[in-house]
C-alpha cells in the first residue's frame, strides 16, 4: 500500500501563487507515475499534471502556469502553482500509480481557493 498526505492548500487571490507538496509512504518502491487531479464544484475531477519515468504533463489550462516537481529521496511530489486563476478552485488530489500493475493511490485532497 501507498499513502499520500496533500499539504499547501489555501486561499489566494488572482494572480496569487501557492505550492502543493505530497508525502508519500508506504511500498513507494513501486511507484512510477506521480500527479495531480483536480475537482471543481460541480465537475469531474481531470489530470492537472503527471510525471512518470515517460516524462511530464499538464492539462493545457494549466501549461505555463504550473509545474510539477518530483524529490524522490524526499518522497514527495510538488506542484508549484503561478498566476492563479478564479477557475484553479478546486480540490487538488495527489495520485501515484504503481508501475507494475497500473493501480492508483489517492490522497484525501486539499482544498485551493482562488478570490477574484
Known amino acids: 500500500q501507498v499513502h499520500l498526505v496533500e499539504s499547501g492548500g489555501g486561499l489566494v487571490q488572482a494572480g496569487g501563487s501557492l505550492r502543493l507538496s505530497c508525502a508519500a509512504s508506504g511500498i513507494i518502491f513501486s511507484i512510477d507515475a506521480m500527479g495531480w487531479y483536480r475537482r471543481a464544484p460541480g465537475k469531474q475531477r481531470e489530470l492537472v499534471a503527471v510525471?512518470?519515468?515517460?516524462?511530464?504533463n499538464y492539462a493545457d489550462s494549466v501549461k505555463g502556469r504550473f509545474t510539477i516537481s518530483r524529490d524522490n529521496a524526499k518522497n514527495t511530489v510538488y506542484l508549484q502553482m503561478n498566476n492563479l486563476k478564479p477557475e484553479d478552485t478546486a480540490v487538488y488530489y495527489c495520485?501515484?500509480?504503481?508501475?507494475?500493475?497500473?493501480?492508483?493511490?489517492w490522497g484525501k485532497g486539499t482544498l485551493v481557493t482562488v478570490s477574484s
Open positions: 510525471t512518470s519515468r515517460g516524462g511530464t
Open positions: 495520485n501515484a500509480q504503481r508501475g507494475y500493475d497500473a493501480m492508483n493511490f
